[in-house]
């Protein structure tokens, strides 16, 4: 299987000092270990301080958001070919928190997955139900829905990451028992075999909600996770490292 994916997603977090201050700790303490990378998602704003600080190859970066244009009259936004013009190899696409505060949409999603793809970014697609949709016990039914409308238009010989997010557990403390996130896992890992026959063995399932350093290693015994999508405890050098050393 692929290498586990350690992807810390800052949000609307850190000035250009604080990035400063982060990368030069980042770099005096972190030691690559054997298959395990981490991919960045800072804010737009600091990722020409990520591509001047040269980071070891264990390391990647990506853009939060982009648009599905590759350039044009769309002030205030920003497209995937300036994302790979900054050195990204990732664009997080359908955050939940890109569906619910701003209203973006499955097809959104597909369209953000394709104009990724064509500029030779690798889109992780965030997917997961509401606490309401939990209760109503349509998780299944949901992230089956989200998974296929971002696979609409992917292109097939491009690669793809997908991140399974209960929108409940982000930013919460709150998280699925390990044989819940395993029952989800196992369902989406079938689900993309159907779609993509082998290749879609290949394609990484990242675990998101409230990761941190005492629930990780519990989280990553589940055979079907191959990474954690992170976001309070990657602010920290120090919560980072923990998680990707467990
Ligand atoms: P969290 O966020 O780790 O703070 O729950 C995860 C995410 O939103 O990707």
């Not at 597909?110 to 606490?131: D, F, H, R, S, Y």
Request: aromatic fraction near 8%.
């Amino acid at each position: 299987m692929n290498r586990f994916l350690v992807a810390a997603n800052w949000k609307m977090n850190k000035t250009s000092t604080e990035t400063a201050e982060f990368l030069r700790e980042f770099k005096e303490k972190f030691q690559a270990r054997d298959h395990r990378d981490i991919i960045f998602f800072p804010t737009a704003l600091s990722l020409s301080q990520f591509q001047e600080a040269h980071l070891p190859s264990p390391i990647a970066y990506g853009g939060q958001n982009c648009l599905s244009q590759p350039s044009g009259a769309f002030t205030g936004e920003i497209s995937a070919p300036l994302l790979a013009s900054y050195g990204c190899q990732f664009c997080l696409v359908g955050h939940s928190e890109r569906r619910t505060l701003f209203g973006e949409t499955d097809a959104d999603v597909a369209k953000k997955v394709k104009a990724i793809q064509e500029a030779g970014l690798i889109p992780m697609v965030c997917i997961g139900e509401t606490e309401k949709q939990r209760l109503a016990k349509e998780t299944l039914a949901v992230v089956q829905r989200q998974m296929t409308e971002a696979l609409a238009l992917a292109l097939t010989d491009k690669p793809i990451a997908f991140a399974y997010e209960p929108v409940w557990a982000i930013g919460t403390g709150l998280v699925p028992t390990v044989a819940e996130i395993a029952e989800v896992h196992t369902f989406l890992r079938q689900l993309l075999v159907q779609k993509r026959g082998n290749s879609g063995e290949n394609i990484p399932l990242l675990y998101g909600g409230s990761v941190n350093s005492q629930n990780a290693r519990d989280i990553d015994s589940v055979k079907e996770v191959n990474g954690f999508l992170i976001g309070g405890a990657s602010l920290k050098v120090a919560s980072l490292l923990e998680i990707y050393s467990i």
